[in-house]
Nanobody, 124 residues
Framework: QVQLVESGGGLVQAGGSLRLSCAASGRTFSSYVMGWFRQAPGKERAFVAAISSLGGVTMYGDFAKGRFTISRDGARNTVYLQMNNLKPEDTAVYYC?????????????????WGQGTQVTVSS
């Protein structure tokens, strides 16, 4: 099973940027679809972005399109989420996860391993 550790969260003003990282253990990183989800207090977990095993295909939630970019570095076993033009409504705990799907998916139930999450807080 893959172990995932997120980092890069923090407090930022509206309009600012953050880059989240998710480091994966194990030698099978390149075989997994990787995804980011987020969960705000009192809300359900929401899909943010996903990337195919080799990085050629990406998928974004509507709120992330044009502001967030997902990428991966196979040599570092790491997936990134670059977040620009952040808004207060982006405040949430962000989680990365792995999926054995062949193509990126938005369904949380398709993801088997999850990290512990990293807090992102955007002030107005």
């Amino acid at each position: 099973q893959v172990q995932l550790v997120e980092s890069g969260g923090g407090l930022v003003q509206a309009g600012g940027s953050l880059r989240l990282s998710c480091a994966a253990s194990g030698r099978t990183f390149s075989s997994y679809v990787m995804g980011w989800f987020r969960q705000a207090p009192g809300k359900e977990r929401a899909f943010v972005a996903a990337i195919s095993s080799l990085g050629g295909v990406t998928m974004y939630g509507d709120f992330a399109k044009g502001r967030f970019t997902i990428s991966r570095d196979g040599a570092r076993n790491t997936v990134y989420l670059q977040m620009n033009n952040l808004k207060p409504e982006d405040t949430a705990v962000y989680y990365c996860a792995t999926s054995s799907n062949i193509i990126p998916t938005m369904k949380a139930s398709d993801f088997g391993s999850w990290g512990q999450g990293t807090q992102v807080t955007v002030s107005s």
